[in-house]
């Protein structure tokens, strides 16, 4: 008894405001077109009917042409042809009478056909709006599920389940971010703390010792500074471009590697480079600082007496960066892993082997300039890191 109840009131409301629900705008529309095919049988039976009676009375008085004799009755302006014209219009009026009662009799049911279909219609929807409800920031693990055919309503649903599915993985993102970004940030401050507690609690502290606390203390604040100026970088590169500017990828690499020479000098290891002119559309500060972290990464995770080859040239109306190393040796399984803010080869300590932060600012970097990155294990160890930039007409 509740769900007929429930359908009359949701009826009731409807009619009083039927364009404001889209089972009241489907009700008026299936109505409409119930009630205009209905208006337009009627018509079309009408002047069918109107048709074949003037055809009777015809035949029953012929027009008698000049010369002839005159029709039993009267002829055809007698007496019989107004009485069979007169029952005619009588009829047609009776017909027209009652086809009309049929006809809002049937506007009516239209409506209510109307209502029911569009309620069945609209059933999954109702489904999909209460699962919808449901789910909240804390309870993105729930899924619409939505069954039945292939139709556009379970595409709908599918579709609204993909894009939980991101914002799932996006939320978890988050939080393992802030959660790693406060360990990195909390570890050089607990550090700097406890020298500075240890060398004040020291009644034999002389002046060497205070010195190099202090200078311990500077070296952690600047490793600080460093993590938090990236941390600054990759939200500016998640938020895209504010700026374009002409930037040729091969000078601005070539002014990377001119820095990076001593290290390598200093480390024994070979650079190979062949950079040819590739003009692109972006922010130049951005791409020094991908072309930097992709170079210091290649130097950093290396193997002593290794190798660092760096290409930069145009594809197929493409700029292309890649950078290949002779590092140790990385499962293909952790590639992904190594994107991600924060996730290292082993566990060293911040500012050991970096910060975690180089790989997952170039991803950054590369998706704000509309960019593809690539990256894979080598077979003997190391990664080539392949940026492609498109470059624009």
Same mark, same amino acid.
């Given at each position: 008894?509740?769900?007929? /109840?429930?359908?009359? +009131? $949701?009826? %009731?409301?409807?009619? /009083?405001h039927p364009r404001s629900?889209? /089972?009241? &705008?489907?009700?008026?529309?299936?109505?409409?077109?119930?009630f205009a095919s209905g208006a337009l049988l009627l018509a079309v039976t009408y002047a069918q009917v109107a048709h074949t009676g003037s055809v009777k009375v015809v035949e029953a008085f012929p027009v008698q042409t000049p010369g002839s004799g005159p029709t039993p009755g009267g002829g055809p302006s007698g007496p019989g042809t107004?009485? +069979?014209? &007169? !029952?005619? &219009? +009588?009829?047609l009026n009776a017909q027209l009478a009652a086809s009309g009662v049929a006809l809002s009799l049937m506007a009516g049911l239209a409506l209510v056909l109307g209502w029911l279909v569009a309620g069945l219609v609209l059933r999954p929807l109702r489904t999909v709006?209460? $699962?919808? /409800?449901q789910i909240s920031a804390e309870r993105l693990d729930r899924r619409l599920a939505v069954e039945g055919p292939g139709d556009e309503l379970k595409e709908l649903g599918d579709t609204i389940d993909g894009l939980l599915g991101r914002l799932q993985d996006s939320f978890d993102a988050q939080r393992r971010f802030v959660a790693n970004a406060s360990h990195e940030l909390r570890t050089p401050l607990t550090v700097s703390r406890a020298l500075l507690e240890m060398v004040i609690a020291d009644p034999d502290a002389t002046v060497g010792s205070f010195r190099a606390t202090c200078k311990h203390v500077l070296e952690e604040g600047s490793q600080q500074e460093q993590?938090?100026?990236?941390?600054?970088?990759? %939200?500016?590169? !998640? #938020?895209?471009?504010? #700026? #374009?500017?002409?930037?040729?990828? $091969?000078?601005?690499t070539a002014d990377v590697l001119q820095e990076h020479e001593a290290e390598a000098a200093g480390r024994g290891l070979g650079l190979e480079r062949s950079l040819q002119s590739a003009p692109l559309s972006g922010d130049g500060h951005l791409i020094e600082r991908l072309v930097s972290n992709l170079v210091g990464n290649a130097f950093r995770h290396n193997v002593p007496h290794g190798r660092v080859r760096v290409v930069v040239g145009r594809e197929n109306d493409h700029a292309?960066? %890649?950078?290949?190393?002779?590092?140790p040796l990385v499962p293909p399984k952790d590639v992904e892993r190594l994107l991600q803010p924060f996730q290292r080869m082993s566990q060293e300590r911040i500012g050991e082997r970096g910060l975690g932060l180089g790989l997952s600012i170039v991803q950054a970097i590369a998706r704000a300039h509309d960019a593809t990155l690539a990256v894979r294990a080598q077979a003997d160890g190391g990664l080539e890191v392949e940026v492609t930039f498109p470059i624009p007409a």
């Amino acid at each position: 008894m509740k769900r007929p /109840r429930a359908e009359l +009131v $949701a009826l %009731a409301a409807t009619l /009083r405001h039927p364009r404001s629900t889209v /089972r009241g &705008r489907l009700m008026l529309l299936i109505g409409a077109v119930l009630f205009a095919s209905g208006a337009l049988l009627l018509a079309v039976t009408y002047a069918q009917v109107a048709h074949t009676g003037s055809v009777k009375v015809v035949e029953a008085f012929p027009v008698q042409t000049p010369g002839s004799g005159p029709t039993p009755g009267g002829g055809p302006s007698g007496p019989g042809t107004s009485v +069979v014209e &007169r !029952q005619h &219009r +009588v009829d047609l009026n009776a017909q027209l009478a009652a086809s009309g009662v049929a006809l809002s009799l049937m506007a009516g049911l239209a409506l209510v056909l109307g209502w029911l279909v569009a309620g069945l219609v609209l059933r999954p929807l109702r489904t999909v709006t209460a $699962a919808a /409800r449901q789910i909240s920031a804390e309870r993105l693990d729930r899924r619409l599920a939505v069954e039945g055919p292939g139709d556009e309503l379970k595409e709908l649903g599918d579709t609204i389940d993909g894009l939980l599915g991101r914002l799932q993985d996006s939320f978890d993102a988050q939080r393992r971010f802030v959660a790693n970004a406060s360990h990195e940030l909390r570890t050089p401050l607990t550090v700097s703390r406890a020298l500075l507690e240890m060398v004040i609690a020291d009644p034999d502290a002389t002046v060497g010792s205070f010195r190099a606390t202090c200078k311990h203390v500077l070296e952690e604040g600047s490793q600080q500074e460093q993590l938090i100026d990236s941390l600054l970088l990759l %939200a500016r590169s !998640q #938020r895209g471009l504010e #700026r #374009r500017e002409p930037v040729d990828l $091969a000078l601005v690499t070539a002014d990377v590697l001119q820095e990076h020479e001593a290290e390598a000098a200093g480390r024994g290891l070979g650079l190979e480079r062949s950079l040819q002119s590739a003009p692109l559309s972006g922010d130049g500060h951005l791409i020094e600082r991908l072309v930097s972290n992709l170079v210091g990464n290649a130097f950093r995770h290396n193997v002593p007496h290794g190798r660092v080859r760096v290409v930069v040239g145009r594809e197929n109306d493409h700029a292309t960066l %890649a950078v290949t190393n002779t590092g140790p040796l990385v499962p293909p399984k952790d590639v992904e892993r190594l994107l991600q803010p924060f996730q290292r080869m082993s566990q060293e300590r911040i500012g050991e082997r970096g910060l975690g932060l180089g790989l997952s600012i170039v991803q950054a970097i590369a998706r704000a300039h509309d960019a593809t990155l690539a990256v894979r294990a080598q077979a003997d160890g190391g990664l080539e890191v392949e940026v492609t930039f498109p470059i624009p007409a």
